[in-house]
C-alpha cells in the first residue's frame, strides 16, 4: 500500500513539475514573441468574457496564424511572364459551444432555406503584418467576436434540426487530446525574388531550341513563414516552415489536332535544395523530345488486357486514387454517406495480399529525396504518428483529425489544413512483402498476355495530360465517390507515355487512349509489384508525398480518344524560321 501511495506522489509531482517547466517554457517565449503574445492575451480574454447573455460560453477556442512570405517568378522562352512578392498573415478562429459530446460543428442541413457548413464555428481574417501589439490583438478580438455570435446561430439551428430526425449512434463532435507545448525557431520571413527570376528565366530559355512544343512555362514559387497554434486546453505551439517548388511545363500538338502536355515537378525545403540547373536542363530536354515522339507515334485503337505501371506512373495512380480515400471522421448531420466510405471496408481486402500501405510523415527523407509530406504536430496541435493503413492488403484503419468517427475516437494526428484542417495523409508509403525486379515485371506482364492470347502487352511509363481526357477523367472519379480532390503532383491522369510490349522484348511507342473504366475491384486484382519506388512529392497546404513501386494490372481496358481537335496552326512557329539559315530564311 505505502509503495502504491509513493507511486502515486511520484507521479504528481512529475506532472506537476512538467507542467511547471511547460509554463515557464511559454513564458519565456512570450517575452520574445509577439505574434505569440497577442495570441495567448486575447484568447485568455475570450476565454473569460466570451458570453452573450442567456447563451453558452464557448468550451473551446482556437487560434491558428500563419505569418507568411511568398516570391514566385514565371517565364516562357527566356522572357519573364509574371513576378510577384506577396506578404500576409491569416488567422484561423475556431470556436465550439456546447461540448465535446455535442457542439456546432459536423451539421450540413437545409435549415428556413440557408445552409449551414460541417466546419461551422470556423472563420479568419487578415491580421497586421508589423510586429504591433495593440493592433494584432485588435485583429484577433474582431474576428473572435464576429465568429462566436455566427456559431451561437449556427448551434442553435443544429439543435432545432436534430429535434426532427432520427439519429442513432453519432459520436462526439471532438476528440480530447493532450495539449502541445513546443516552439520551433522562427523562420526568416524573406525570400530573393531576383534568384527565382533568374532561374524561371534560364530553364525556359531552353525551350527556344524546339520549335515542336507550341506552349511551354516554367514557374517556381517560394514560401517562408512561421505557423501559430494556441488553444484553450493549453496547446501552445509554433512551427517554422519554408519551401520551394518549381514546375516545367510544355506542350505539342500532334498533325491530328491532339495536345499532349507533360510537366516536371519538384520540391525543396530550401532553393539550394532544388536539382542543379544542369540535371533540371537534361530533364526538360529528355521530357520536350519524349513528347515530340509521342505525338508522332501511332494510335492505340483499343486494348483489353495486362497492364504495367511503371513506378512514376503508379505513384501518381495511387495518390489519385487512393489518398483521399483513407481519411475518416463521421458524416456531418444531414448530409449522406458515401457508399465507398472506407470505413464500412475496414478489415476487408481492398489490395493484393502482397501489399502494405504505412503512412508515416515522421519521415523527412525516402531514398535521397525529401518528403514534402514530413511534419511532426498537425494544424490541431496533434503530435503525428505513423499509421499502417492496409496489411497483407487488408483495411486496418483510416488517419483521423479531431473528428471521432463511430469505430475511432481519437485523432492520428492528421487534421491537415490552414484554414479548415481535416483528415489527410502526409506520407504514403506503399510496399510489397514479394517485390520484383524490373525485368521480372516484364517477364509477369508478358506471361499474363500469353495466358490471353494477347500478341502484345501495354506498359505505362508517365501519366500526363492528353486532350479530350477530362470528360472521362471525371467520371473515374464519380464512380469512385471521389470528387474535389487535388491529383498528385501536379500530374495528370490520362496514359502518356505508353508502349506495346512484345514477347520478343521489342516496344512501340503509342498515344491517345485512356483507362476506359478503372474501379477499386481493379486493385484487389493486380498480379505484383515492383522493389524500385518513385517519391512524389505535390504542393498545396503542408505538402504531400506518395511512394509507390511499379504495379502489374491482370486486366484493364484501354479505348482511343475520340473528339474533334482543333487544327495545327497555319503558321509554322516563328522558332522553327529563326532556327533556319540565313540564305534559307530568306528565299
Known amino acids: 500500500m505505502m509503495r502504491s501511495i509513493s507511486a502515486i506522489v511520484l507521479l504528481i509531482v512529475c506532472v506537476s513539475w512538467n507542467r511547471a517547466a511547460a509554463d515557464d517554457k511559454v513564458q519565456t517565449e512570450v517575452k520574445k514573441d509577439v505574434v505569440l503574445r497577442a495570441l495567448v492575451d486575447e484568447l485568455e480574454r475570450g476565454k473569460d468574457g466570451l458570453k452573450l447573455e442567456d447563451l453558452q460560453r464557448p468550451y473551446f477556442i482556437e487560434y491558428g496564424l500563419g505569418d507568411t512570405?511568398?516570391?514566385?517568378?514565371?517565364?516562357?522562352?527566356?522572357?519573364?511572364?509574371?513576378?510577384?512578392?506577396?506578404?500576409?498573415?491569416?488567422?484561423?478562429t475556431s470556436i465550439r459551444v456546447?461540448?465535446?459530446?455535442?457542439?456546432?460543428?459536423?451539421?450540413?442541413?437545409?435549415?428556413?432555406?440557408?445552409?449551414?457548413?460541417?466546419?461551422?464555428?470556423?472563420?479568419?481574417?487578415?491580421?497586421?503584418?508589423?510586429?504591433?501589439?495593440?493592433?494584432?490583438?485588435?485583429?484577433?478580438?474582431?474576428?473572435?467576436?464576429?465568429?462566436?455570435?455566427s456559431v451561437i446561430e449556427n448551434y442553435e439551428r443544429k439543435l432545432a434540426f436534430m429535434k426532427t430526425k432520427v439519429i442513432e449512434d453519432k459520436p462526439p463532435d471532438f476528440s480530447h487530446e493532450d495539449p502541445t507545448v513546443s516552439f520551433e525557431d522562427r523562420v526568416e520571413v524573406?525570400?530573393?525574388?531576383?534568384?527565382?527570376?533568374?532561374?524561371?528565366?534560364?530553364?525556359?530559355?531552353?525551350?527556344?531550341?524546339?520549335?515542336?512544343?507550341?506552349?511551354?512555362?516554367?514557374n517556381i514559387n517560394g514560401t517562408a513563414g512561421n505557423k501559430y497554434l494556441v488553444n484553450t486546453e493549453g496547446t501552445r505551439l509554433r512551427v517554422g516552415d519554408a519551401r520551394f517548388s518549381l514546375t516545367i511545363s510544355a506542350t505539342v500538338q500532334a498533325d491530328d489536332g491532339m495536345r499532349l502536355s507533360d510537366s516536371i515537378n519538384v520540391y525543396a525545403r530550401k532553393l539550394d535544395g532544388l536539382p542543379s540547373m544542369k540535371d533540371l536542363s537534361e530533364r526538360c530536354r529528355k521530357m520536350v523530345?519524349?513528347?515530340?515522339?509521342?505525338?508522332?507515334?501511332?494510335?492505340?485503337?483499343?486494348?483489353?488486357?495486362?497492364?504495367?505501371?511503371?513506378?512514376?506512373?503508379?505513384?501518381?495512380?495511387?495518390?489519385?486514387?487512393?489518398?483521399?480515400?483513407?481519411?475518416?471522421?463521421?458524416?456531418?448531420?444531414?448530409?449522406?454517406?458515401?457508399?465507398?466510405?472506407?470505413?464500412?471496408?475496414?478489415?476487408?481486402?481492398?489490395?493484393?495480399?502482397?501489399?502494405?500501405?504505412?503512412?508515416?510523415?515522421?519521415?523527412?527523407?525516402?531514398?535521397?529525396?525529401?518528403?514534402?509530406?514530413?511534419?511532426?504536430?498537425?494544424?490541431?496541435?496533434?503530435?503525428?504518428?505513423?499509421?499502417?493503413?492496409?496489411?497483407?492488403?487488408?483495411?486496418?484503419?483510416?488517419?483521423?483529425?479531431?473528428?471521432?468517427?463511430?469505430?475511432?475516437?481519437?485523432?492520428?494526428g492528421h487534421g491537415r489544413g490552414d484554414y479548415r484542417p481535416s483528415p489527410s495523409v502526409g506520407c504514403l508509403v506503399v510496399t510489397s512483402s514479394d517485390a520484383q525486379a524490373?525485368?521480372?515485371?516484364?517477364?509477369?506482364?508478358?506471361?499474363?498476355c500469353a495466358d490471353e492470347d494477347l500478341e502484345f502487352g501495354i506498359r505505362i511509363a508517365v501519366l500526363g495530360s492528353a486532350e479530350g481526357d477530362s470528360g472521362r477523367y471525371s467520371e473515374y472519379l464519380?464512380?469512385?465517390?471521389?470528387?474535389?480532390?487535388?491529383?498528385?503532383?501536379?500530374?495528370?491522369?490520362?496514359?502518356?507515355?505508353?508502349?506495346?510490349?512484345?514477347?520478343?522484348?521489342?516496344?512501340?511507342?503509342?498515344?491517345?487512349?485512356?483507362?476506359?473504366?478503372?474501379?477499386?475491384?481493379?486493385?484487389?486484382?493486380?498480379?505484383?509489384a515492383g522493389d524500385k519506388p518513385y517519391v512524389l512529392n505535390s504542393g498545396g497546404t503542408g505538402g504531400r508525398t506518395v511512394v509507390a513501386p511499379g504495379l502489374l494490372f491482370e486486366e484493364l481496358d484501354l479505348a482511343k480518344i475520340e473528339r474533334d481537335f482543333d487544327k495545327p496552326p497555319i503558321l509554322p512557329n516563328p522558332l522553327a524560321r529563326a532556327q533556319k539559315p540565313a540564305d534559307e530564311a530568306d528565299e
Open 69 to 92: 512570405v511568398s516570391s514566385s517568378a514565371g517565364a516562357r522562352l527566356g522572357a519573364l511572364t509574371s513576378s510577384s512578392e506577396n506578404r500576409w498573415r491569416r488567422l484561423r
Open 98 to 149: 456546447g461540448s465535446y459530446d455535442q457542439d456546432n460543428t459536423n451539421f450540413s442541413g437545409d435549415y428556413g432555406g440557408y445552409y449551414f457548413s460541417m466546419f461551422g464555428g470556423m472563420g479568419g481574417a487578415d491580421i497586421p503584418i508589423e510586429d504591433d501589439y495593440n493592433a494584432i490583438r485588435q485583429g484577433i478580438w474582431w474576428a473572435t467576436d464576429r465568429e462566436y455570435k
Open 190 to 218: 524573406a525570400i530573393s525574388l531576383k534568384d527565382l527570376e533568374k532561374m524561371a528565366t534560364d530553364l525556359s530559355r531552353i525551350f527556344l531550341e524546339y520549335p515542336d512544343v507550341q506552349s511551354s512555362s516554367v
Open 289 to 412: 523530345q519524349q513528347l515530340v515522339a509521342i505525338k508522332n507515334a501511332p494510335k492505340l485503337e483499343s486494348y483489353t488486357g495486362p497492364v504495367l505501371f511503371e513506378p512514376r506512373a503508379a505513384a501518381v495512380l495511387f495518390s489519385q486514387r487512393f489518398a483521399g480515400q483513407f481519411a475518416g471522421g463521421q458524416r456531418p448531420i444531414g448530409s449522406q454517406s458515401n457508399p465507398d466510405d472506407f470505413e464500412k471496408k475496414l478489415n476487408k481486402r481492398i489490395l493484393p495480399k502482397f501489399l502494405n500501405v504505412v503512412d508515416d510523415p515522421t519521415k523527412e527523407s525516402i531514398d535521397g529525396q525529401v518528403v514534402m509530406g514530413h511534419y511532426l504536430y498537425d494544424d490541431q496541435g496533434v503530435k503525428v504518428r505513423p499509421v499502417t493503413l492496409v496489411e497483407g492488403g487488408r483495411l486496418k484503419t483510416l488517419v483521423m483529425s479531431r473528428n471521432p468517427s463511430k469505430t475511432f475516437k481519437k485523432s492520428t
Open 438 to 448: 524490373e525485368q521480372a515485371l516484364r517477364r509477369k506482364l508478358l506471361e499474363a
Open 478 to 528: 464519380s464512380s469512385l465517390g471521389i470528387s474535389g480532390f487535388a491529383r498528385g503532383g501536379g500530374e495528370g491522369g490520362t496514359p502518356l507515355a505508353m508502349y506495346k510490349v512484345y514477347p520478343d522484348g521489342h516496344e512501340e511507342l503509342v498515344r491517345g487512349a485512356e483507362i476506359a473504366r478503372f474501379d477499386l475491384k481493379a486493385f484487389k486484382r493486380m498480379l505484383a
